[in-house]
């Protein structure tokens, strides 16, 4: 199976950019379509955005849809959360994970984020 640790996370100031990354290992990495998500203290963990096995498809949350984007590079077993225009409702800690897990409930550590006003 798939092991994920995220990182990048940090304190960056409205407007900024930060990029996330997701360090896979496993055998069947390039076979999994992959998702980051976000909770924030106090609310439920809501999906941000997902890409294909291939990369050939994303999808976004409308709330972050034009600011942020998802990338993979299978070869060097990564995903990646380019967030740009950050907003300070964009705080919370950030998770990748493989769809499939996502929807068992089965989640990391993640990353925090903190966009200061």
């Known amino acids: 199976q798939v092991q994920l640790v995220e990182s990048g996370g940090g304190l960056v100031q409205a407007g900024g950019s930060l990029r996330l990354s997701c360090a896979a290992s496993?055998?069947?990495?390039?076979?999994?379509?992959m998702g980051w998500f976000r909770q924030a203290p106090g609310k439920e963990r809501l999906f941000v955005a997902a890409?294909?096995?291939?990369?050939?498809?994303?999808i976004y949350a409308d709330s972050v849809k034009g600011r942020f984007a998802i990338s993979r590079d299978n070869a060097k077993n990564t995903v990646y959360l380019q967030m740009n225009s950050l907003k300070p409702e964009d705080t919370a800690v950030y998770y990748c994970?493989?769809?499939?897990?996502?929807?068992?409930?089965?989640w990391g550590q993640g990353t925090q984020v903190t966009v200061s006003s």
């Open positions: 890409i294909s096995w291939n990369g050939e498809r994303t």
């Open positions: 496993g055998r069947t990495f390039s076979s999994y379509a």
């Open positions: 994970n493989t769809l499939v897990r996502a929807a068992k409930g089965s």
